[in-house]
């Protein structure tokens, strides 16, 4: 005579979570069988038959069963294992990090993954596992710039005002200019690489067409962007570009007019129009700090959206691409949010081990 199973208390919450599991899709199979083992058991079915229909053993039933009693629907997950005995451990970790620090081989500038691997006479495959856990990129790189302007506090703190608390009814103009932008006339497309994966195509070689250089002017309050195309790049085609911008920008003349700008050599020494347009003021980045001038975002986006990977005929094909770049831009054109973040002496580390540990 079959044995009548220990019916289980089961709350209403775990009743709940069993026929979730027990009709899923998504979850794993192994638990949608457990949870339709202990339904049928808690619709009072006997071990065997419950063990017959799901093609399992009564023993099989019981712990389950068991289980659940003890722990409810969390009693159906497996415990945890201890699983295979790591073969590269903590010390292996830490010889890959020392060897980091050690001369790159001989012929080499820096240590790559399989220098690595041949150092330690281990696989390619165990380094990177270990180099991408701790998050090291050795073939990227990052650089920064340090200013060494000993009035480099004042001269940030009068821009990063501007941009935060501009003076009342006056407009706050970045200016800078963008030289020699290239007319290269190239082939483009789509090719599909060796790895099945399709990959915008360059052709290597290229016609040179000339260049053009962009003098563009941010309202910092309103994200428009005032540009024109010079073929020199002097002080003349600068004070002239001045010259135009205080012509389009609204009641230039009633308001105080702060022009950001980088240390160029034609952005100095033009005291005499500064003397006829009394109005208007420049306030001069610190050196090495050209980052603090809000139109360089800009002109990043014009390089990546419009410029690169481009190809053009002639320097008016060239002219006719950012300017209608420029056109498409104003019509969602807003403010930039400033959020450059302080950067302190001790976020450098001269050394992975002292990054890393």
Not at 110 to 118: E, L, V
Not at 226 to 244: C, G, N, S, V
Request: net charge positive; proline share 5%.
């Amino acid at each position: 005579m079959a044995r009548k199973a220990k019916i289980p208390v089961c709350t209403e919450n775990d009743r709940r979570t069993l026929a979730d599991w027990a009709s899923s899709r998504s979850i794993e199979w192994r638990l949608v069988e457990r949870a339709r083992m202990i339904k049928q058991l808690l619709d009072g079915l006997p071990i065997n038959k419950i063990a017959q229909a799901m093609g399992t053993g009564q023993n099989t039933v019981i712990k389950w069963r068991n289980r659940f009693a003890a722990q409810g629907v969390d009693g159906l997950y497996d415990s945890p294992r201890s699983g295979k005995p790591p073969k590269y451990d903590k010390d292996f970790r830490n010889r890959i990090m020392q060897t980091l620090e050690l001369p790159p081989p001989k012929g080499q500038a820096f240590w790559d993954g399989p220098a690595i691997a041949r150092h330690l006479q281990v696989s390619d495959d165990a380094v990177w596992r270990v180099l991408r856990k701790e998050g090291i990129c050795l073939a990227r790189q990052r650089s920064w710039c340090v200013s060494t302007d000993p009035e480099f506090a004042p001269k940030a703190a009068d821009i990063i005002g501007l941009y935060l608390a501009p003076p009342q009814n006056a407009m706050v103009i970045s200016i800078d200019e963008k030289p020699s932008i290239q007319a290269l006339e190239r082939t483009t497309g789509y090719v599909c690489t060796s790895s099945n994966k399709i990959a915008h195509g360059l052709k290597s070689t290229y016609k040179r067409h000339g260049t053009l250089n962009l003098f563009a002017a941010l309202n910092v309050a309103t994200g428009f962007v005032h540009a024109q195309t010079t073929e020199l790049k002097r002080r003349i085609e600068f004070l002239a570009f001045m010259d135009q911008l205080l012509l389009e920008l609204p009641d230039s003349r009633e308001k105080e007019i702060h022009v950001i700008l980088d240390n160029y050599c034609i952005h100095k020494r033009n005291d005499k129009w500064l003397a006829d347009h009394p109005n208007v003021a420049f306030h001069f980045t610190p050196t090495s700090a050209s980052w603090l001038n809000q139109v360089e975002i800009w002109f990043g986006i014009l390089s990546r959206k419009a410029l690169k990977n481009a190809s053009f005929t002639s320097t008016d094909q060239l002219r006719a691409a950012i300017e209608s770049f420029i056109e498409v831009y104003h019509q969602n054109a807003k403010p930039f949010v400033w959020r450059k973040r302080e950067v302190k002496g001790s976020q450098l580390r001269n050394t992975i081990t002292n990054l890393c540990n």
